[in-house]
């Protein structure tokens, strides 16, 4: 099985538009969840993927399947509830890329940070710059999945996710 072996973390503001570039806006929303195991579908402009992941913290079990447009649609209602809207960037660091996701709706003004590695050596070994922030991987409640669900995890949750459930139908 594919593994995605990933450090994660959350920006204390969001990097100048210079540094980003424009981005390619995303719907991400969980189609089902079980313990460590979670289905997400992402949909762009482009395409749509369904996505299985399992495990947790640095190293996780992923599969990847691409979803025509229209099934894809058929699903997004199953994911009320527990969505996301955001804007992912793609920004050279060094021998990495990081995917830098400006989140939008219930999550507005969160910006998260991806990278992956080929290998737990590779990951352990990288040095995050300083405008990545603090890291957040192995904090479930920074996932998003769990974002999707709770909303941020430093805001009271109330407010936070109340508005997540609310979040746009198409």
Excluded at 102 to 130: H, K, M, Q, T, W
Excluded at 152 to 158: A, E, H, L
Aim: proline residues 6%.
């Amino acid at each position: 099985m594919p593994v995605e072996i990933e450090r994660a973390f959350v920006a204390d503001r969001r990097p100048d538009t210079e540094l980003l570039g424009p981005g390619v806006p995303l719907r991400q929303g969980y189609v089902a969840s079980e313990g460590k195991v979670e289905v997400r579908l992402r949909i762009t402009a482009d395409d749509a993927v369904l996505t299985i992941k399992s495990g947790g913290g640095l190293t996780r079990d992923e599969v990847e399947l691409a979803v025509a447009a229209a099934d894809a649609e058929a699903l997004w209602p199953l994911t009320q509830g527990r969505r996301i809207a955001k804007h992912r960037h793609r920004v050279p660091i060094g021998q990495q890329v990081a995917e830098v996701d400006v989140y939008g709706d219930a999550l507005e003004g969160l910006c998260r940070i991806e990278v992956e590695f080929d290998s737990e050596a590779a990951a352990a070994a990288f040095e995050p710059p300083v405008w990545f922030g603090r890291e957040v991987t192995g904090d479930d409640r920074w996932r998003n999945a769990s974002l999707a669900r709770h909303g941020r995890p430093d805001r009271p949750s109330g407010a936070a996710s109340a508005s997540v459930g609310a979040q746009r139908q198409a």
